[in-house]
Nanobody, 121 residues
């Protein structure tokens, strides 16, 4: 059974920092990408940061220069360092892993349960 467990969320003042971690288990397929998404109340889930198996990264414009994604390939874990946090960063943050099988060629999307990040002004 695949499990993704996020940790590191919490309440922080504007300008502060948090580090999110996502530990995975049970993934038997090759990993294509690992990333973080967030969903604020009343809004759609959006991409925050993504790192491919080739270590290419993609960030939402709103977090560029403030957030850094990293991953531990050996342990299939992914992290998100969030600095200079703003109230608009308040959301539930979800870990995502996209894996694939070769035969048959198929992609699998796995999600964590989410961790709340609240930034006070």
């Amino acid at each position: 059974q695949v499990q993704l467990v996020e940790s590191g969320g919490g309440l922080v003042q504007a300008g502060g920092s948090l580090r999110l971690s996502c530990a995975t288990s049970g993934i038997i397929f090759s990993i294509d990408a690992m990333g973080w998404y967030r969903q604020a109340p009343g809004k759609q889930r959006e991409l925050v940061a993504l790192m491919t198996s080739g270590a290419s990264t993609n960030y939402a414009d709103s977090v560029k220069g403030r957030f850094t994604i990293s991953r531990d390939n050996a342990n299939k874990a992914v992290y998100l360092q969030m600095n200079s946090l703003k109230p608009e960063d308040t959301a539930v943050y979800y870990c995502n892993v996209r894996a694939y099988s070769i035969y048959p060629r198929r992609f699998y999307d796995y999600w964590g349960q989410g961790t709340q990040v609240t930034v006070s002004s």
